[in-house]
């Protein structure tokens, strides 16, 4: 009887757990894609009144290697609000800034690399160590997926990393770093550290 029950209630809490998560899209204007019409509303509105400024920079970085038949490329870092996408950081707090930086890999081995980003890290100028949002290449469309490259393929997406206002404000310089294995037969490591100014 009590088997009989386990089920039904696992199903109902399943169902309920994946209402209750929304699957974003990181919009190039500064709005997730669930709430963009919104949003530009807002925005306009609070720009006459005395609300606090909402942070925002954007670097265009020209990173670009290519090592044992992988092409990767990293182009822009933004820090933004990212209120209205509804993430939560590893620590399962509510994510008000973050960073996102743009990036690709490319395959042209003859094996599929393999590539986790989002559990690099991004290093500040004093040393603060701020790891990738886990679960970003799930719950947001445009976020780089974690894994494998087959040959052939191109992945290309945002790695996100959650901010606290402060360091938001205070970001000026900082390094990405993650790893690549190449498509050659995973006899090549690639560890980058790419260098982010605002």
């Known amino acids: 009887m009590k088997k009989g029950l386990l089920v039904p209630i696992a199903l109902i809490l399943i169902f309920a757990l994946s209402a209750c998560s929304e699957n974003t899209a990181v919009d190039k204007s500064g709005a997730s ?14 720009s006459s009144s005395s609300a606090p400024k909402s942070i925002h920079k954007l670097a ?4 670009a290697n290519t090592s044992a038949g992988q092409t990767t490329k990293v182009d822009s870092a933004e820090i933004r609000d990212v209120s209205d996408m509804n993430l939560a950081d590893n620590n399962f707090d509510d994510v008000k800034y973050a960073l996102l930086i743009h990036m690709s890999v490319s395959n042209k081995a003859k094996d599929s690399a ?7 890290h991004v290093v500040l100028s004093n040393g603060t160590q701020i790891d990738g949002l886990v679960g970003a290449d799930v719950n947001v469309e445009d976020a780089f997926k974690d894994g494998d490259v087959a040959s052939g393929a191109k992945l290309s997406g945002y790695v996100i990393f959650p901010l606290k206002e402060d360091q938001a404000k205070k970001f000026t310089q900082g390094a990405f770093k993650f790893d690549v294995m190449a498509g ?15």
């Open 33 to 46: 894609e669930s709430s963009a019409a919104s949003s530009s509303t807002a925005s306009s509105s609070s």
């Open 60 to 63: 265009k970085l020209s990173f």
């Open 114 to 120: 393999t590539t986790y980003p989002s559990q690099g």
């Open 184 to 198: 050659d037969a995973m006899l090549t490591q690639k560890k980058y550290s790419v260098p982010i100014h605002f």
